[in-house]
């Protein structure tokens, strides 16, 4: 009995490794051994320092500088793009801060200024509370501060204003899962001529005063705001590993923090990936590991999410049947509750052929060790790069409509737990779930005060690595194998 025992599990065994073997050829596995967690963490770490990294700002440059240089260093020769003015911001410093009763001191915490804010000069002033613009009364305003429970409209900033409101605190109450002791992130109307400053509470902060205001407590706050509005040239940086033929795959990111925010796992994480994917192949194939690829890869980290990658296909509107395929990396460094990685835009019949590739990397990998513990593809959410390049968007920019693929690889996606219906034909292996819906995981911490890397990066690193081994192996098996 014990030798069969141990005869079945010798054949268990050899099993398993035929079949790890069957999805995991050399190449496969001479990536995956040079994909690095620590330079994916750094890359990240350094970037969040430069600040929110908005396109044609001083910490936007100072990221695309940064990437530069990466690729420099890797042994490419990278472009710099300098893409069409647009106007943008800087948040240059700020405080909100409760005088008095002094009992509240020190309970507004991880508070942001909401893009293009103006700024303000330091004052100290009542805060009262407003449900609707029903509740405005010029008589009580008398140029204090105003507490919302969800970001102000266009209408109600506007009404506000011209009540007399020197500032508008706000909070997001109808979400529970996220911005309990941090803040959702907001953008006021995109111009120079906003008038009093916005600034984002957490939600436990913003309960707690909206009830202390309601039971008649008075409270006063101090605050500025220091900001700087103008036109500015976002940069985009592009590095080409040439290949063969003159068609080429694009695998690209945004490089801002588009909501404003330290924006580690939005998107830090992508340019990470983007820069680790790079740094590998552009090795193996300077070392003879890998031959040119059958196609080139051009690594495009976008200065401005979607105002970058919009100006690209305009200035490629002649040539845009040269893109073999869009491969778009946006959050890979976070997402609860499962551990799973995400290959989006399964309902748009063109992305098929290179989905069904990455659904069965997905499937290969599956549960192995340091890999993801499920992988499905999922239907079109919009809200990153890739749709630019899809034939809708391309309409509204005015160009041919060609059938490109554009597909996004991620791991987190928006502030909350969504299910969706998933496309009919579809159902990965990868998958745990029920077979008719996808549950897509999300950050808390998304578009929020604190995407910083401690609580988003750097608590899962991991999923940075899946997000570069899944796209490396890709990579692959479409242009060497």
Excluded at 77 to 93: A, F, H, R, W
Excluded at 247 to 273: C, F, K
Excluded at 303 to 322: A, M, N, P
Excluded at 336 to 349: A, Q, S, T, V, W
Aim: charged content about 25%; overall charge positive; glycine content about 8%.
């Amino acid at each position: 009995m014990k030798e069969q025992r141990r005869l079945y599990r010798t054949i268990v065994f050899y099993l398993c490794v035929v079949l790890h073997l069957q999805a995991q050829s050399p190449l496969e596995s001479k990536f995956i051994s040079k994909v690095s967690q620590k330079y994916l963490q750094k890359n990240v770490r350094e970037l969040v320092k430069f600040g929110n990294r908005l396109g044609g700002t001083k910490s936007g440059d100072k990221a695309a500088q940064y990437v530069f240089e990466k690729f420099k260093g890797y042994g490419f020769k990278p472009e710099i793009i300098k893409d069409p003015q647009k106007l943008t911001y800087s948040n240059d410093g700020w405080q909100l801060k409760i005088d008095q009763p002094k009992r509240l001191r020190g309970l507004i915490q991880h508070e942001w200024l909401a893009g293009f804010s103006p700024s303000a000069r330091r004052d100290t002033v009542h805060l009262s509370f407003v449900g609707s613009i029903r509740d405005i009364d010029t008589r009580t305003m008398d140029s204090g501060a105003v507490l919302l429970e969800r970001q102000p409209s266009e209408k109600m900033y506007d009404e506000l204003v011209d009540a007399g409101a020197c500032c508008i605190v706000s909070y997001q109450n109808d979400i529970s899962t996220a911005y309990s002791n941090w803040a959702m992130i907001s953008t006021l109307k995109e111009t120079d001529k906003n008038q009093i400053p916005v600034f984002n509470i957490s939600n436990n902060a913003g309960r707690r005063l909206q009830e202390e205001l309601e039971k008649g407590t008075r409270v006063v706050i101090k605050y500025s705001a220091k900001t700087t509005i103008r036109h500015g040239n976002s940069k985009t940086i592009i590095a080409t590993l040439k290949g063969q033929t003159d068609e080429y795959y694009i695998l690209g990111a945004h490089g801002d923090s588009d909501s404003g925010g330290p924006g580690a796992d939005d998107n830090a994480s992508g340019v990470s990936g983007i820069l680790e994917v790079a740094r590998i192949l552009n090795t193996m194939v300077k070392n003879k590991t890998l031959p040119l690829p059958k196609k080139s890869i051009k690594f495009i980290v976008w200065g401005t999410e979607y105002h970058s990658s919009s100006s690209y296909v305009k200035l490629h509107s002649d040539r845009l049947e040269k893109i073999a395929g869009v491969i778009n990396f946006d959050e890979i460094g976070f997402g609860k509750p499962r551990h799973c990685i995400y290959f989006e835009g399964n309902d748009i019949l063109h992305n098929h052929d290179l989905l069904k590739l990455f659904e069965k990397v997905g499937e290969d990998y599956v549960n192995k060790k340091g890999f993801w513990k499920e992988a499905t593809t999922n239907p079109s959410q919009g809200g990153s790069d890739s749709y630019v390049f899809l034939p809708e968007y391309l309409n509204r920019l005015d160009v041919s409509e060609e059938k490109i693929p554009s597909i996004t690889v991620f791991t987190a996606a928006w502030n909350e737990p969504r299910s969706m219906q998933q496309t009919r034909g579809w159902r990965s292996k990868a998958w745990k779930g029920h077979p008719d819906s996808v549950k897509i995981d999300y950050s808390p911490y998304y578009h929020s005060s604190l995407d910083i890397p401690a609580l988003t990066t750097d608590k899962e690193p991991a999923n940075m690595v899946w997000g570069v081994n899944a796209v490396g192996i890709a990579l692959i098996r479409l242009l060497w194998q």
